[in-house]
Nanobody, 123 residues
Framework: QVRLVESGGGSVQAGGSLRLSCEYSGYTHYSATVAWFRQVGGSERAGIASLYWPGGATYYDDSVKGRFTISRDSAKNTVYLQLDNLTPEDSAVYYC????????????????WGQGTQVTVSS
């Protein structure tokens, strides 16, 4: 069974930084798209960053491009999302997701999901 576990969320002031982690286990596919989504309340869960391997291609939504960085540490079975220059608009629950195919950042395209981690940014 594939399991994704997010961690690293918390409360920070505007301009601060966080690093979110997504530790994965039970994943046996050769390829994968791993992505980060975020959701505010009951609104639509929006994709913000993805990484495809093998190859290492990355994609960022315009809302986070230049501020957030997605990366993978194979030795630790962990995908990271570095969040820099945070603003209150970044406050949300952040979710890690994965799929064996190269996928766009739409919720319905991803097979595996974590439970989310809360990020709160105050001014």
């Amino acid at each position: 069974q594939v399991r994704l576990v997010e961690s690293g969320g918390g409360s920070v002031q505007a301009g601060g930084s966080l690093r979110l982690s997504c530790e994965y286990s039970g994943y046996t596919h050769y390829s994968a798209t791993v992505a980060w989504f975020r959701q505010v309340g009951g609104s639509e869960r929006a994709g913000i960053a993805s990484l495809y391997w093998p190859g290492g291609a990355t994609y960022y939504d315009d809302s986070v491009k230049g501020r957030f960085t997605i990366s993978r540490d194979s030795a630790k079975n962990t995908v990271y999302l570095q969040l820099d220059n945070l603003t209150p608009e970044d406050s949300a629950v952040y979710y890690c997701a994965a799929d064996p195919l190269p996928q766009p950042l739409y919720t319905g395209q991803f097979q595996y999901w974590g439970q989310g981690t809360q990020v709160t940014v105050s001014s």
